[in-house]
């Protein structure tokens, strides 16, 4: 069975500063991967994905994600933080299989420090 | 662009009470997903739907059914509500064999 693991419930970064957010999945087979944001009361928007390729995937508002097949890892990075990247960041894979349900972590509360 | 259109955005339901979520997805998409996020939780994925047949369940009480119309239009149905499935309920659409699903603002279920 697929899953992921968010190790961080909040992370904590001063603006201006990079910003990293953690994730490991576990999956048979190639994995689909992704990245959500959630804003308070509001749905999952997403930000990137990794399915092939290079291993450094750009996305929205200026994140990146790394790739690791050997680490199994696939974290989420912004050179710059803003304060308005304050939210919860949501890890996702989807196995190339029949089944093939989106699974999450249990996410990660990013808070930027003015 | 067209996004997941999901109505009602917020729902109060008594207990014993039945209710319906309604989830339109994005244009030409052919699956759609049901998920449940409990406060302060992660999205728990309930069910989805393949071309209007269901492909694959998670964990949805025996209470809930879902289906796909037509329309590709898909409606959740919660009987017996009890306090616990107070919630937000997303639904999300993708291509089958794309990749990112994109999800509605949600509905919030409350139930008192």
């Known amino acids: 069975a697929q899953s992921v693991a968010q190790p961080e419930d909040q992370v904590n970064v001063a603006e201006g500063n990079p910003l990293t957010v953690k994730c490991t999945y576990s999956v048979s087979g190639n994995p689909y991967l992704f990245w959500y944001v959630q804003y308070p009361n509001r749905g999952l928007q997403f930000l990137l994905k990794y399915i092939t390729g290079d291993n450094l995937v750009k996305g929205s508002y200026g994140f990146e994600a790394e790739f690791n097949k050997s680490q199994t890892s696939f974290h989420l990075k912004k050179p710059s933080a803003l304060v308005s990247d304050s939210a919860l960041y949501f890890c996702a894979v989807r196995a190339l299989s029949r089944d093939d349900k989106i699974i999450f972590g249990k996410g990660t509360r990013l808070h930027i420090l003015p | 662009a067209a996004g997941v259109i999901q109505s009602p955005r917020h729902l109060i339901k008594e207990k014993r009470e039945t209710a319906t979520l309604k989830c339109y997805p994005i244009p030409r998409h052919d699956t759609v997903y049901w998920y449940q996020q409990g406060p302060g939780q992660d999205p728990q994925f309930l069910i989805s739907?393949?071309?209007?047949?269901?492909?694959d369940k998670g964990s949805i009480p025996d209470r809930f059914s879902a289906q796909q119309f037509s329309d590709y239009h898909s409606e959740l149905n919660m009987s017996s509500l009890e306090l616990g499935d107070s919630a937000l309920y997303f639904c999300?659409?993708?291509?089958?064999?794309?990749?990112?699903?994109?999800f509605g603002q949600g509905t919030r279920l409350t139930v008192v």
């Open positions: 739907f393949y071309e209007k047949m269901q492909s």
């Open positions: 999300a659409s993708s291509f089958r064999q794309g990749t990112e699903a994109f």
